[in-house]
């Protein structure tokens, strides 16, 4: 079984910065997609930002220029840096890890509260 562990979450003013991190456990495939995605009170779960395990990344509009997502491989665990924030931002954020080839393999984190608001 695969676990994913998400931290660094929490309140933020307008303008400020917050790092998530989300660490994955147990049988990973090797050519893999770890990612972001955050659900806001009301709305669908939508994409943030993804990356492959060969670097690609791919960024929502509405983030791109503020977030940054990068992974440590070795350690299975992914970051999103989040600067420039925006009360719209406020959502949770959810890690996603799934097989690049393999679409039965995909696992989701329990998600972590951001909230920016001054």
């Known amino acids: 079984q695969v676990q994913l562990v998400e931290s660094g979450g929490g309140l933020v003013q307008p303008g400020g910065s917050l790092r998530l991190s989300c660490a994955a456990s147990?049988?990973?495939?090797?050519?893999?997609?770890m990612g972001w995605y955050r659900q806001a009170p009301g709305k669908k779960r939508e994409l943030v930002a993804t990356?492959?395990?060969?670097?690609?990344?791919n960024y929502a509009d509405s983030v791109k220029g503020r977030f940054a997502v990068s992974r440590d491989s070795a350690k299975n665990t992914v970051y999103l840096q989040m600067n420039s924030l925006k009360p719209e931002d406020t959502a949770v954020y959810y890690c996603?890890?799934?097989?690049?080839?393999?679409?039965?393999?995909?696992?989701w984190g329990q998600g972590t509260q951001v909230t920016v608001s001054s």
């Open positions: 147990g049988r990973i495939v090797s050519v893999n997609v």
């Open positions: 990356i492959t395990t060969g670097l690609s990344t």
């Open positions: 996603n890890l799934r097989g690049l080839w393999e679409t039965n393999f995909n696992y």
